[in-house]
T-cell receptor, first 112, second 111 residues
């Protein structure tokens, strides 16, 4: 049973629009990270937050941004959507490396 | 982070042991080996990790060679529900949430 929930599960947006994806982590999980997974590929690291501050970023442009809140929830925002942004977006959280990272089931974003 | 090499696909008969290899010949002394799996349409699931000793938990065993250049994930009695993509990841401990996923091994467990 996953302790990380993501919403919505599916979403369709038009090119140029903006989208906000949400993630709710387990209590005490003060590290949250976001990943993009294109069809047939492994997940690609977007960025991570620790205690509400971004402290690591992958090779993604600034139109990908995020927020982490004190209640262990977080958001991924993507501006100016492009067709290539169509993917599964995954949120992961952990209380520490000894326990691995718990992933949500993801949000499937389709940009048309 | 060290790169890993895994076979793209493997088959295993139900009830038999599944042995999934991973090569990480450039691993550094402070890097751990982590295994995750991803069942279709779900998020990745943590399985196990280790530094240099063999590790076992309720899901699997991890065997790391003495030179640490390769490892094997063992599912002792594979079931149909173990059909998934298995990812071997090498990273430093407490590096935060950045996991570098390769292509992984697609394991098909067949009846």
């Amino acid at each position: 049973e996953t302790g990380v929930t993501q919403s919505p599960t599916h979403l369709i947006k038009t090119r140029g629009q903006q989208v906000t994806l949400r993630c709710s982590s387990q209590s005490g999980h003060n590290t949250v990270s976001w990943y993009q997974q294109a069809l047939g590929q492994g997940p690609q690291f977007i960025f991570q937050y620790y205690r509400e501050e971004e402290n690591g970023r992958g090779n993604f442009p600034p139109r990908f941004s995020g927020l982490q809140f004190p209640n262990y929830s977080s958001e991924l925002n993507v501006n100016a959507l492009e067709l290539d942004d169509s993917a599964l977006y995954l949120c992961a959280s952990s209380v520490g490396d000894n326990y691995g990272y718990t992933f949500g089931s993801g949000t499937r974003l389709t940009v048309v | 982070d060290a790169k890993t090499t895994q076979p793209p696909s493997m088959d295993c008969a139900e009830g038999r042991a599944a042995n999934l290899p991973c090569n990480h010949s450039t691993i550094s002394g402070n890097e751990y080996v982590y295994w995750y799996r991803q069942i279709h349409s779900q998020g990745p699931q943590y399985i196990i990790h280790g530094l240099k000793n063999n590790e076992t938990n309720e899901m699997a065993s991890l065997i790391i060679t003495e030179d640490r250049k390769s490892s094997t994930l063992i599912l002792p009695h594979a079931t149909l529900r173990d059909t998934a993509v298995y990812y071997c990841i090498v990273r430093r401990y407490n590096q935060g949430g950045k996991l570098i996923f390769g292509q992984g091994t697609e394991l098909s467990v067949k009846p």
